[in-house]
């Protein structure tokens, strides 16, 4: 019996995202969705799911990078400041780190849950300092799907984040998942619209803490 394939990320996938910091603005076919609260949120119609891709570009003003980045790879911390989080764990299946994570949904809509692997690695980038997070969903037999969740299947996620050369960072973030079912498209657009700058705000306020704590 062969060896399962490792999976992972590859080096240019981690500098892609570095590169993407640096970009003015996504060109056409990118639409600029909304600009709030200092977010810039784009997106892209994938006609393939009939889903956007989003790309988001932001500021966290006095959090530095690196606590940036430890807030969001800590998933124990995470369950404390993000109300969306009702199941989160880390696991080690076959020698792979793997995530699991169920996300509440509003009545009357079903709970979706992702399995998925992540990497986070802090690079040097043309002399700068930028710190990567990619994500992406995985299968594993020993997390099979729940009742009455419905598992995302295709969830991919990376981010960027580096000094905005005060006491705070500059953030790049690329999203996609397919949730599956019927979402409303209410949802959808709240969710582009006002959930991201509210998750970034969310995640501002859990850095100030951050700091606190350690």
């Not at 793997?98 to 692997?117: A, G």
């Not at 020993?142 to 299947?153: L, S």
């Amino acid at each position: 019996m062969e060896a399962p394939p490792t999976r992972g990320f590859s080096e240019e996938q981690f500098r892609a995202a570095c590169r993407e910091l640096d970009q003015p603005a996504p060109v056409a076919p990118w639409q600029l969705l909304v600009e709030s609260m200092g977010v810039r949120i784009y997106r892209l119609y994938d006609e393939q799911s009939g889903l956007y891709e989003y790309k988001i570009f932001g500021g966290l003003a006095d959090c530095p990078p690196k606590v940036c980045a430890d807030v969001y790879m800590d998933l124990d911390f995470r369950k404390q400041w993000d109300q969306y989080v009702k199941e989160l764990y880390e696991k080690t299946y076959n020698g792979e780190k793997v995530i699991y994570w169920e996300v509440k949904y509003p009545f009357p809509l079903s709970n979706r849950d992702y399995v998925y692997i992540r990497e986070c690695q802090e690079m040097d980038f043309d002399g700068r300092k930028i710190w990567v997070v990619l994500a992406q969903s995985v299968s594993v037999p020993q997390c099979p799907e729940k009742p009455g969740i419905i598992r995302v299947k295709s969830y991919k996620q990376s981010l960027a984040i580096e000094s905005d050369g005060k006491t705070g960072s500059k953030v790049y973030m690329y999203y996609f998942d397919n949730p599956g079912g019927m979402i409303p498209s209410w949802l959808v657009n709240w969710a582009a619209k006002s959930g991201v700058p509210a998750f970034l705000k969310d995640m501002q306020k859990a850095c100030c803490n951050y700091s606190k704590r350690t």
